[in-house]
Structures are given as structure tokens and as C-alpha cells.
């Protein structure tokens, strides 16, 4: 639990401080990925939010070695809360009404999970076969790499209203969903003994290579939807389709089984519906922003010839 929250307030402070810097660099954007990261590469602030996010997946290690995967995604997502107060405190973004009550229902889903842990008696699998792991992740790459291209042909559209992100937020989210199965995958190979046994098998799993697809790609992608959206809208987007893909799909890859008790079962669930059923119902377009006044006509222009 504790290496949960660290990572979680690693990870919100990670997103701000690229946020923040992304906001003073020139436009980026996917198809010119060198000019993207010289230009991040030269922000002391954005490689200060980089360090927080890689010790917030060091943290995440930890947790997948010690909680089942349904129960930390569960935890991850009250991220969300220290997420929204930084970007109001730091980026002075400001959340809808409609948007607190979507992260109050996020977080309502959150205690429905944590509801449903009772400790000594959860599953925590260490392995998944290899096919199963492919079969499930490659698909959703292609997927989220394809939404993202929509996304990015529909914001070049003119007289588009202004997006929210949740498209970016979502196929960002299905890449990050793969990284977290790779790294619940990476833990599984971490031991204090036998390490250079450990290395030779995990590197003839799939698992750090999907690490390195996922993180060259979703380097990329985030940096450029951040600097376009609000990092209080997209980010809780990716978290939750980054949580729920991690539960269902990794829960069944890796062969964690879910809570015998009725209740306990009924909250997991629950919760997890209730999650899905909040990112669907997220706005897709931001206020139209302000029109610019018109020019005051003056008195001669007004008197008729």
C-alpha cells in the first residue's frame, strides 16, 4: 500500500512538471519525433517530471510483487485527486462541474476495490504464458497507435470544436495498459539470487521489449497530447483505461483469481464497471472559447450616405 501511494504521488508529480514545461516549448508533435525530444531533452523542469515518473515505476515494482494486480490498479487510480489539486495549484487549470463529479465517482470506485481486499488470502501470480501475453498486448498496441492517428487527423480538421483529449487520453492509456502487464512481467524475473539467470530469462521474455515499444511510443504520444490538453482531463483518462485494461486483461493473463465472497467479488466488479462507466461518459469537447469582440463601428460608419 505504501509503495502504491509513493508511486502514485510520484507519477501526479511526473505528469505536472512535463506538463508545466511542455507549456513554454514551441509545438510538438508525433511526426517529427527527434525535434520532440531535442526539445524536451533541453528542459531542466520537463527531465525533473521525467526522474519522478521512472521512480514512480520503480515503486510500481514493488507493488505488483506484493499486491494482486485487480487490488493495485484499484489503489493506482487515487492518483487521480493529488492529480487534479497540483494541476489547479501549478498549472492553474480548472476542472468542471461535470469533471469532479466523474473523479468523485473514480474515486467511489477506488474504495469499492479496496473494499473488496482481505489480506493473506489474495492470489499474486507471478508468470503468464508467453502466447497469452502476446495475444492480448499486440492487438492492443495496434489499436492504440490507430486511435491515436484519428485523433490527430480529426484535430487538423478546421472549424473542429476544441477536444477535451479523451481520445488521446484513451489510446495513450492502451499503451500504458501494456507497459504495466510488462512490468508486472519484469517483476517476476527480479530475484536476489541468480541474477544473471534472471537476466538471461527475462530477456527471452517478450516482456522488455514491450517496455521499450510502449516506452519509446508512449513518449512520444503523451508529450504531445499533453501540450495540446489539459493534464487534469487526459491524464485521469489514461490512468483509468490504464487501471481497468490492467485488472481485467492482466488479472485473467497471469491467472489471479478474483474473490471467492460474494460481496467481496460484487465490490470488485463494481468498481471496475463503475470506472468504465464514468470514462464513457466523459466530455468529448472542451467550452468553445471565447469569441474575440468585434471592432465598435464608429459614428461615420453608422450615418448613412
Known amino acids: 500500500m505504501a509503495a502504491a501511494l509513493l508511486a502514485n504521488t510520484l507519477y501526479s508529480l511526473g505528469f505536472v512538471l512535463e506538463k508545466r514545461a ?3 516549448l514551441p509545438e510538438v508533435t508525433i511526426r517529427r519525433p527527434a525535434r520532440l525530444l531535442r526539445l524536451v531533452l533541453g528542459s531542466p523542469l520537463w527531465i525533473g517530471g521525467s526522474l519522478a515518473l521512472a521512480a514512480g515505476f520503480a515503486a510500481q515494482l514493488v507493488v505488483y510483487r506484493t499486491l494482486p494486480i485487480a487490488a493495485a490498479q484499484g489503489i493506482f487510480v487515487s492518483g487521480l485527486v493529488l492529480l487534479v489539486l497540483l494541476s489547479a495549484r501549478l498549472l492553474g487549470e480548472e476542472t468542471s462541474g ?30 503468464a504464458p508467453y502466447p497469452l501475453i502476446l495475444l492480448v498486448t499486440v492487438p492492443s498496441l495496434a489499436a492504440g497507435v490507430w486511435l491515436y492517428g484519428s485523433a490527430e487527423r480529426r484535430t ?13 487520453g484513451v489510446a495513450v492509456g492502451l499503451l500504458y495498459g501494456v507497459s504495466s502487464l510488462a512490468i508486472k512481467g519484469v517483476s517476476s524475473h527480479l530475484t536476489t539470487s541468480g541474477v544473471g539467470g534472471a537476466l538471461l530469462g527475462l ?11 510502449t516506452g519509446a511510443f508512449g513518449l512520444v504520444m503523451s508529450q504531445a497530447a499533453l ?19 490492467t485488472a481485467v486483461l492482466g488479472t485473467l493473463s497471469f491467472g489471479e483469481a478474483l474473490p471467492e465472497d460474494p460481496l467481496r467479488l460484487g465490490l470488485r466488479v463494481a468498481g471496475t464497471a463503475l470506472a468504465l462507466t464514468v470514462l464513457m461518459s466523459m466530455p468529448r469537447h472542451d467550452r468553445q472559447p471565447a469569441r474575440s469582440p468585434q471592432p465598435t463601428l464608429g459614428a461615420k460608419e453608422l450615418t448613412p450616405p
Open 98 to 127: 461535470r469533471e469532479r463529479y466523474a473523479l468523485g465517482a473514480i474515486l467511489a470506485a477506488l474504495l469499492m476495490v479496496v473494499l473488496s481486499l482481505r489480506e493473506g488470502t489474495e492470489t499474486v501470480s507471478q508468470t
Open 22 to 24: 511542455l507549456t513554454a
Open 156 to 168: 487538423r480538421h478546421r472549424h473542429r470544436l476544441p477536444t477535451t483529449g479523451v481520445e488521446y
Open 203 to 213: 530477456l527471452r521474455s517478450p516482456y522488455p521489449y514491450l517496455l521499450l515499444f
Open 227 to 245: 501540450q495540446r490538453c489539459r493534464a487534469s482531463l487526459i491524464v485521469p483518462v489514461c490512468t483509468t483505461v490504464t487501471c481497468v485494461y
